[in-house]
């Protein structure tokens, strides 16, 4: 199932609908990673509210995917991981060590605005 | 037709898909056996570690899952079998982020802490069987009750 990926003045959303597959959750990352160029996009937030486990592999993917977007020039940020789901990444010894995370889309905007305000025009 | 509540549910593992299949039974019968929605969790996360496993390592085996009683106690047991090659020191196997491929090394050590019991049997060239098993608290049947 693919991601619908929405751009949102210079920032794109990805906000995931199901369930992702390995391949799916690869195919996400090649396209953050393709649309980022297309849009001149300067910050990225993925939406994981709807996933119900995040795994190794999960986690291994979105670092992944998270330092491949910075260093094509976008500040990323995860937001939506749900209570339960922390509680067993805790459980696993996942973490996601340099990766920005938000409580949800509104705190990710905030978050994103925060780290490229440096880029941006100064307000006077 | 309802399957009887003791019968076994089986999901074949042989691709990626397949995890999330896992994972979605082993969620539904968590909930029909009463465990609280975070055990739930954490349940399909080491299912998710499990069937991984099977993948990396055997290619191809299967999960199942079934209802067991030990004295008054009700739990879910999930039984993750495959007859790939086997782990020779299962001692190493279960230390934390040892991994003999490209995975974090959290999956069997990881599936041991989300859940109550653990057990692994793994013989070189015949295959690996681990079961595992995560019990109804009473907690939470007086927590729903208090509700």
């Given at each position: 199932?693919?991601?619908?990926?929405?751009?949102?003045?210079?920032?794109?959303?990805?906000?995931?609908?199901?369930?992702?597959?390995?391949?799916?959750?690869l195919?996400?990352?090649?396209?953050?990673?393709?649309?980022?160029?297309?849009?001149?996009?300067?910050?990225?937030?993925?939406?994981?509210?709807v996933?119900?486990?995040?795994?190794?592999?999960?986690?291994?993917?979105?670092?992944?995917?998270?330092?491949m977007?910075?260093?094509?020039?976008?500040?990323?940020?995860?937001?939506?991981?749900?209570?339960?789901?922390?509680?067993?990444?805790?459980?696993?010894?996942?973490?996601?060590e340099?990766?920005?995370?938000?409580?949800?889309?509104?705190?990710?905007?905030?978050?994103l605005?925060?780290?490229?305000?440096?880029?941006?025009?100064?307000?006077? | 037709?309802?399957?009887?509540?003791?019968?076994?549910?089986?999901?074949?593992?042989?691709s990626?898909?397949?995890?999330?299949?896992?994972?979605?039974?082993?969620?539904?019968?968590a909930?029909?056996?009463?465990?609280s929605?975070?055990?739930?969790t954490l349940?399909?996360?080491?299912?998710?570690?499990?069937?991984?496993?099977?993948?990396?390592?055997?290619?191809?085996?299967?999960?199942?899952?079934?209802?067991v009683?030990r004295?008054?106690?009700?739990?879910?047991?999930?039984a993750?079998?495959?007859?790939g090659?086997?782990?020779?020191?299962i001692?190493?196997?279960?230390q934390?982020?040892?991994?003999?491929?490209?995975?974090?090394?959290v999956?069997?050590?990881?599936?041991?802490?989300?859940?109550d019991?653990?057990?692994?049997?793994?013989?070189?060239g015949?295959?690996?069987?681990?079961?595992?098993?995560?019990?109804?608290?009473?907690?939470n049947?007086?927590?729903?009750?208090?509700?």
């Open positions: 199932m693919q991601v619908p990926i929405l751009k949102q003045g210079s920032y794109l959303i990805a906000s995931i609908q199901a369930v992702l597959s390995d391949a799916d959750m195919q996400l990352r090649d396209d953050l990673a393709d649309k980022v160029g297309q849009f001149r996009a300067r910050g990225v937030i993925i939406d994981v509210t996933l119900d486990v995040i795994d190794s592999f999960a986690t291994r993917t979105l670092r992944g995917m998270v330092h977007l910075n260093l094509r020039g976008a500040e990323t940020v995860i937001v939506g991981i749900q209570p339960e789901v922390a509680f067993a990444m805790v459980q696993l010894g996942l973490t996601l340099g990766v920005g995370t938000a409580l949800d889309l509104e705190e990710g905007l905030a978050f605005n925060q780290k490229t305000k440096v880029h941006a025009k100064p307000a006077k | 037709m309802q399957s009887p509540p003791n019968s076994e549910v089986r999901v074949e593992v042989r990626t898909i397949d995890i999330v299949t896992a994972r979605q039974q082993g969620r539904e019968q909930m029909a056996l009463g465990l929605s975070a055990e739930v349940v399909a996360a080491a299912i998710s570690e499990i069937a991984r496993n099977i993948l990396d390592h055997a290619k191809r085996g299967e999960v199942v899952f079934s209802f009683q004295g008054s106690q009700r739990g879910l047991q999930v993750a079998n495959d007859q090659p086997g782990i020779a020191d001692g190493l196997a279960m934390y982020g040892y991994s003999t491929r490209r995975g974090l090394g999956g069997l050590p990881g599936a041991k802490w989300l859940m019991e653990f057990e692994i049997e793994s013989a070189v015949k295959g690996t069987k681990v079961t595992m098993r995560k019990w109804v608290k009473d907690e049947s007086q927590l729903n009750h208090s509700r």
